[in-house]
């Protein structure tokens, strides 16, 4: 058994780790990034006389179904890459054509993640919702920050393997 396939599931399980816990905080502390989530989609830290708040959404409805969907969707990317490492685990001494098949959760996990925290925060939330705007609301760095983790076990996972 290569190494570097320990190390791909390893990093699988730890992205799946990772999820696994920001859905567990925001389900417990529920409150603290509901709070996020409310004061993005209100935009009211947006700059001054800003001409693009009629984007805002209002209604806590609406919030609280964002912030499920956000919920779901962190879940859902734990799921799947737990899922996918336990996949690749069972085929970590086949040949490489069932390993990699044995990526196909682990792919879409990641990829799924990759859209939350690409797409959700920082397309839509960041320039739909300007939430660049906001001194207190930014949630770029971090969603940065995990759309690059996402994507580099991404590419690594699939990195072509030289059969031995």
């Not at 529920?30 to 830290?45: I, K, P, Q, R």
């Not at 990317?77 to 196909?104: E, H, I, P």
Request: charged content about 10%.
């Amino acid at each position: 058994m290569s190494h570097l396939r320990m190390i791909k599931i390893v990093l699988v399980a730890c992205v799946a780790l990772f999820a696994a816990l920001v859905a567990f905080n925001n389900v417990v502390d529920y409150g603290s990034n509901y709070a996020f989530v409310e004061h993005v989609l209100t935009m009211d830290t947006t700059f001054e006389g800003n001409q693009l708040k009629y984007r805002a959404i209002h209604g806590s409805f609406l919030h609280h179904a964002f912030y499920w969907l956000i919920i779901l969707s962190e879940v859902l990317v734990g799921v799947l890459c737990a899922l996918g490492a336990w996949n690749m685990w069972r085929k970590r001494r086949a040949d490489s054509k069932a390993f990699n098949t044995a990526k196909t959760l682990a792919n879409l996990g990641l990829t799924l993640g990759v859209l939350l925290w690409f797409t959700g925060f920082m397309t839509i939330g960041a320039e739909w919702f300007l939430m660049w705007q906001s001194q207190i609301w930014n949630g770029q760095a971090s969603a940065f920050r995990f759309v690059v983790v996402l994507f580099l076990v991404l590419m690594f996972i699939n990195q072509t393997e030289q059969e031995s």
